[in-house]
């Protein structure tokens, strides 16, 4: 016979592993609770951190490329004036032959598309695409572009430029030289 603190006993060992059996599941409930809470914070804050480096990534990219660019633009118009001189030389001697040389040798370099010369009435004298001889420099660009009496740098679309400067005879124009140049695209450098 059991007798009644026997019986105690046994109740009070069932209430104890009951609660502690509580306070377990509790217990491993709220640890998970914390757990999951703990890693939605960190993957919302690794999603804000990777966002501010993207945004913070592309405008480097727009500051390198803009100076990039603007470094380049700069030596092209330099690049130009040595080969007017050049080709003015060809050009005053009536030396077509020579004249296309020099454009068809620029045009193998790398970025450059095409090169021509341009007498006064807007007709291509010059070219490295020879298709192009003959023709009205208009067919083709903006003819506005040779209306200056210096270098410069006229856009055409997109990364396209396209660099005139005139070529001189004492102090007549005789023709223009129309370089078009296509800038790179600098985000193939910053793929990983």
Do not use: C
């Not at 092209?76 to 040798?105: C, H, M």
């Amino acid at each position: 016979m059991t007798n009644s603190s026997d019986r105690h006993s046994k109740a009070h060992r069932i209430t104890e592993s009951t609660i502690s059996i509580k306070t377990f599941l509790i217990s491993l409930a709220a640890s998970i609770l914390i757990i999951l809470s703990l890693w939605v914070s960190k993957s919302i804050e690794r999603k804000a951190i990777i966002e501010i480096s993207q945004r913070q990534s592309q405008l480097y990219k727009r500051t390198i490329s803009a100076r990039l660019d603007t470094t380049l633009k700069s030596q092209l118009l330099v690049f130009s004036k040595p080969l007017v001189w050049a080709i003015r030389t060809e050009v005053l001697k009536g030396d077509r032959k020579a004249v296309n040389t020099y454009l068809d040798q620029l045009a193998t370099m790398q970025n450059f598309k095409d090169a021509s010369v341009i007498d006064n009435y807007g007709v291509i004298i010059a070219s490295s695409k020879k298709s192009e001889i003959g023709h009205l420099y208009s067919t083709f660009y903006n003819i506005n572009f040779l209306s200056k009496d210096s270098a410069r740098l006229n856009t055409q679309s997109g990364n396209s430029i396209i660099i005139t400067s005139p070529i001189f005879e004492r102090d007549r124009k005789v023709a223009s030289l129309s370089i078009h140049y296509q800038l790179v695209n600098i985000d193939h450098y910053f793929k990983q």
